[in-house]
């Protein structure tokens, strides 16, 4: 297997260092009579995919904009006792068709319920202001606010040596796969997916983010780069102790797309404030598509991304995790993924301070 997911020292230092301060945490108002997450949330630009397939048409279901403001699911998606978003995934699951890792995972849809603009369609989605075109889209870049807690990871790995152990996605942007890449874009890749990661018998885990070098899917060069934030990045086995993440303990990003530019915020109340930037029209590397993301079309995730996938091979991604695909025998023995969200806000960008 290839060494491309070590850690990177020239990577880390093209983004912005820690910035300890002490930033509060807004928390969204909650009403003892709401029973379902559309009820406490705006989930007014959010369809959801579920690991499951009810409906039987071989596809992870997919609840969108309407439903989902009335929709739960008692299993997967719900709001707990303490009026927090719950997104569980199993390790075995219902996935959809490029990936076998299972998620309980909303998709940003500018569009709300206007079905009549597709999916797919600029209007339904961001791009950055250098892209061609820019103002045909949905908007120019966005911000993404979520405060969580990851109360579970999976207990089990058959190869623990995978980064892709015992970890889980909890946000991310993607860009749309495009029928034509002669323009050098529309891979469907992702400018950044923010992890949490623990293994077994260590009292903290990690929090770290990823950008995924913008290039085709056979270009050996197409690797995510890693960054730690609280603790370590995927390649290190070691407990971080106290500079890491506890289960069951509360964490916040923001993820801010400003004209050209990501900017990240990461807080703790516990570990201060660790800010990060980088250019999404200028490439991460050398290795990296020049452009970066700049002819990209964009769309916002949250919730769960379970990274444990049952799959065993030479990949990072396949670490043989357990799952059986019945959700209380896999509740049973740990091997799923879950986190409980009390704060998730899109809006526009805005200028970094």
Not at 107 to 124: A, K, S, V, Y
Not at 162 to 167: E, I
Request: proline share 5%.
């Amino acid at each position: 297997m290839a060494n491309s997911w070590k850690s990177n020292r020239r990577w880390s230092a093209l983004v912005a260092g820690i910035v300890a301060l002490s930033i509060p945490i807004g928390a969204v108002a909650l009403d003892d009579t709401s029973d379902v997450p559309g009820s406490v949330f705006d989930l007014s630009q959010w369809k959801i995919t579920l690991p499951i397939d009810a409906d039987s048409d071989g596809r992870p279901d997919e609840i969108d904009v309407r439903a989902i403001q009335d929709y739960e699911h008692s299993d997967y998606f719900y709001l707990n006792e303490e009026g927090r978003m719950v997104f569980v995934a199993p390790n075995m699951g219902t996935t959809t068709a490029n990936t076998s890792n299972a998620r309980s995972e909303l998709r940003q849809m500018i569009r709300g319920t206007n079905t009549r603009i597709g999916t797919h369609d600029p209007e339904n989605n961001f791009a950055v202001e250098a892209r061609r075109n820019s103002d045909r889209f949905g908007a120019v870049g966005g911000k993404l606010e979520a405060t969580l807690r990851v109360d579970h990871v999976s207990l089990n790995a058959g190869d623990p040596a995978k980064p892709s152990a015992y970890a889980v996605v909890v946000g991310q942007i993607h860009a749309i796969k495009y029928d034509s890449t002669r323009s050098g874009f529309g891979y469907g890749n992702e400018p950044i997916k923010i992890y949490f990661k623990k293994f077994p018998g260590h009292e903290y885990g990690s929090v770290f983010w990823t950008y995924e070098r913008n290039l085709a899917r056979d270009n050996p060069n197409r690797t995510d780069l890693s960054m730690p934030v609280f603790g370590y990045a995927w390649d290190v086995d070691e407990d971080p102790g106290e500079n890491g993440i506890a289960l069951g303990e509360d964490f916040s990003y923001t993820i801010n797309v400003h004209r050209n530019t990501m900017y990240l915020t990461f807080h703790s109340e516990r570990l201060g404030t660790v800010n990060h930037q980088l250019s999404l029209v200028r490439g991460a590397d050398a290795l990296d598509n020049p452009y970066s993301y700049g002819g990209d079309s964009l769309y916002f995730k949250a919730g769960v991304y379970n990274q444990c996938s049952p799959r065993t091979g030479d990949s990072m991604w396949y670490a043989g995790c357990p799952g059986t695909g019945d959700w209380e025998r896999d509740r049973a023995d740990g091997n799923y993924a879950q986190a409980s969200f009390s704060r998730l806000i899109l809006g526009p960008s805005t200028a970094p301070e």
